[in-house]
């Protein structure tokens, strides 16, 4: 097939950039399996080679008719919508408002995240796994915490409360906020305890990061779309402890131990009184399911359906379950 991939920003990324990554992912294996890929990003961008890439908005409704689809990860213009002949589709990454209504041709990143659109059409993100490995070596005895650490429904300071309480050691990577933490960490190290404030990482640093420590904590605050991080620490063979809100069930669905749904859980899981996943289980469980072949062969189908001029869903998909809407169960 001929696909265009729409998504107006800098591509690659130069740093950390979850759904840029995606779109690179998803791109140059489409490339690799034999289809004549184009990307439609910002002036600056850099493609590798044969996979074309355009800048200009006139040049790409020009050149709508030499493309079979447009894959959105951002919703086009309906003029652009308008010069592929509604050949498109659109993948939404994050949670809409409430009441936010979409485009029949809108995919979604999990099934937990289509359902709560009143959706039913979904493909999950996937991974490069060739540059995430497998660490042999005995894992420090430290817990992991790698998300936007700024971000209040990561629940940073939960994982703190949780740390500290049961005397875990503790890493923590994903951005440079809020300060209070930073200190906390620092007084920490002073008495004694191997507790490090990683920062931000790169691709290359979070590899190495995820692989240097027993489990990864992630007691979100909200209804994950998806969560990549979490199929990144499961490709490193860390296994994940987290909050089981939005797509995390899904995503864990083979280590169901791994789902903390009251304080004993933590309790349990943090103090080596829980069989976690082994390093082979969680590494086979994404190469199973989360592989960017995986991804591209599932859209693949998406956009056959859509060149044939099917409509994904027969409805527009709307927001039925607010992103921060976890009441009655573990916060």
């Given amino acids: 097939m001929k696909i ?17 990554r995606v779109v690179m992912w998803l791109v140059q294996t489409l490339h690799k399996m034999g289809h004549q890929t184009a990307v439609f990003a910002a002036p600056g ?5 044969g996979i074309d890439c355009i800048t200009d908005r006139g040049e790409l409704i020009r050149r709508a008719h030499e493309f079979d689809v447009l894959h959105g990860f951002s919703k086009p213009d309906d003029e652009i919508i308008a010069a592929f002949k509604g050949k498109f589709l ?10 936010e209504r979409f485009h029949p041709n809108t995919v ?3 099934r937990n995240h289509a359902a709560r659109h009143g959706a039913s059409e979904y493909v999950y993100n996937g991974l490069d796994i ?13 817990f992991l915490f790698l998300s936007k650490t700024s971000w209040r429904v990561k629940n940073l300071k939960g994982a703190v409360k949780l740390l500290s309480k049961y005397n875990q050691n503790f890493w923590i990577a994903g951005g440079n906020s809020p300060y209070w933490v930073r200190v906390f960490v620092w007084i920490k190290k ?3 305890a191997d507790w490090n404030w990683v920062g931000s990482v790169d691709q290359k640093s979070k590899a190495e990061f995820l692989v240097n420590g027993k489990a990864m904590v992630f007691p979100i605050l909200w209804n994950e779309p998806f969560g990549i991080v979490i199929t990144e620490s499961l490709a490193c063979g860390t296994p994940v402890l987290a909050h089981p809100h939005g797509s995390v069930a899904e995503l864990l669905e083979f280590a169901p131990q791994c789902l903390m749904k009251n304080e004993n859980d933590w309790k349990e899981a943090l103090t080596g009184n829980r069989k976690l996943p082994s390093a082979i289980e969680c590494r086979s469980w994404v190469e199973a399911h989360f592989t960017q072949e995986k991804m591209a062969e599932n859209y693949l189908k998406l956009y056959q359906k859509v060149n044939a001029g099917i409509s994904l869903h027969d409805h527009e998909p709307e927001t039925l379950v607010a992103a921060e809407d976890i009441s009655g169960v573990l916060k």
């Fill in 4 to 20: 265009l991939v729409f998504h107006p920003v800098v591509l690659p990324v130069l740093h950390y950039g979850g759904t840029e």
């Fill in 45 to 49: 961008s850099k493609m590798p080679e």
């Fill in 90 to 99: 659109v993948t939404i990454e994050g949670n809409g408002q409430l009441g």
């Fill in 190 to 192: 002073i008495l004694g």
């Fill in 130 to 142: 060739s540059e995430l490995k497998v660490s042999s070596v005995t894992r420090p005895d430290r």
């Fill in 108 to 110: 979604f990143v999990s």
